[in-house]
């Protein structure tokens, strides 16, 4: 068999595998959505009423991202009978604080608690925040919620009602991502709406991994004692799927929710688009490596590309590409329009093919490059999935 020969096959069997997958991701969504709109009437009919746990809230922030005041306004906008909003800040003059201090204006502190201190720089720098925000918690219950998350007034209901079971230990969210202005931007709006959610509900709902989803995510103090606490995850650049891992070896259960938060989407420049692509796929390669060599054979649409290329552009080689393309973009279509409700992205559709053949690109880089950037500073990841910075050049 000839070279040629041989690509060809690798390329086709990545292409089969690749469209059954799309095609199981889209089962798997219909059913996601099914339950989304079970929990929906469930929460309607039962409303914030009989829930009897204080909820702490902690928001990690480091500048001031888009959209923050709003973000942080609807974080103490929950329809909950007993919450507060606990603001952290690393810096005495972090740019985020003006926006803190205003909404602690505007709802009290005892909604909303500001904890600021200068401390040193370490590794993980929302762990950072973490530590801080939590001396200022005054609940047995805690959730985590990023600095680009913005939560409808329903959150705390959602993640409150699967902790009711004894059993479970660890409640998170999926998100989707809102407000992309420039197409870079975009390019990060079907990476996280047409790729990373539907590959989640497929992991989730077929049981396949346990994992935890930092944006979004709510624990039991008690269980985060038990695991030694934020510290223990000061220099693991995964902090939320370690926390999740420790959380069920101790036997207790990590849900994800039928519930979608938005996360806004602020990037600069394609540069930080492609940074944070890549620093998410070695994210995934430090802390689930079967899952990243996984991700490879899945990639149906730049494969069926490079099928077509090896053809000469062929009469079969096209009909193959056009049809895992149609595959692909019905099955997105589907998914941001039918299950995430995210009309931006259905806009944005026609950028999908390049999104896909960029990812592979990002993937390969992911597999050599042991080191990345994170809000402008270096880091070198370790195997073990331990971070270090790195010295400046």
Known sequence: MTFYASAE??????????????VLC???????????????????????????????????????????????????SQDYPEFQVVMAAQRLNDPAIPAMRQVEQEFGPAC???????????????????????????????????SDVKLRPDYLQAVMAPLADPDVGLVCTPYRAINAAHWFEKLELLTMNADFVPNLIFASLARLVTFGLGASMCFRRADL???????????????????AARIAARGKRVVLAPYFVDMQVDLKSFAQWWSHQLYWDQNTRAIRPVGFFATLIVRALP?????????????????????VAALRLASAAYILGGVLEDREGLASLW???????????????????????????????????????????
Request: hydrophobic fraction near 50%; glycine fraction near 8%; aromatic fraction near 8%.
């Open 26 to 76: 889209t089962i798997t969504s219909v059913m996601f959505r099914f339950q989304l709109d079970a929990a929906a009437r469930r929460r309607a009919q039962t409303g914030p009423g009989g829930q009897t746990l204080g909820v702490s809230i902690l928001k990690p922030l480091y500048g001031a991202d888009k959209e923050l005041l709003d973000n942080l306004r609807a974080a103490c």
């Open 303 to 323: 494969f069926a590309l490079l099928f077509a290329m090896l053809r000469g552009f062929d009469r079969t080689g096209v009909e193959v590409l056009i049809a």
């Open 225 to 243: 004692d038990a695991i030694g606490g934020f510290a223990a995850f000061r220099d693991h650049l995964a902090e939320d799927s370690h926390m």
């Open 351 to 393: 950028l999908l093919p390049l999104r896909d053949v960029l990812g592979l690109v990002v993937w390969f880089f992911a597999l050599v490059k042991r080191d990345y950037i994170h809000r402008g500073k270096r880091f070198s990841l370790l195997s073990d999935g331990r971070i270090v910075p790195r010295p400046a050049r």
């Open 9 to 22: 096959a690798v390329c086709l069997t990545v292409v089969i595998c690749g469209s059954v997958y799309t």
């Open 112 to 146: 909303a608690t500001l904890a600021i201190a200068e401390s040193e720089a370490r590794t993980n720098g929302k762990i950072q925040n973490l530590e801080i925000a939590l001396p200022h918690a005054r609940h047995e219950v805690l959730v985590i919620s990023d």
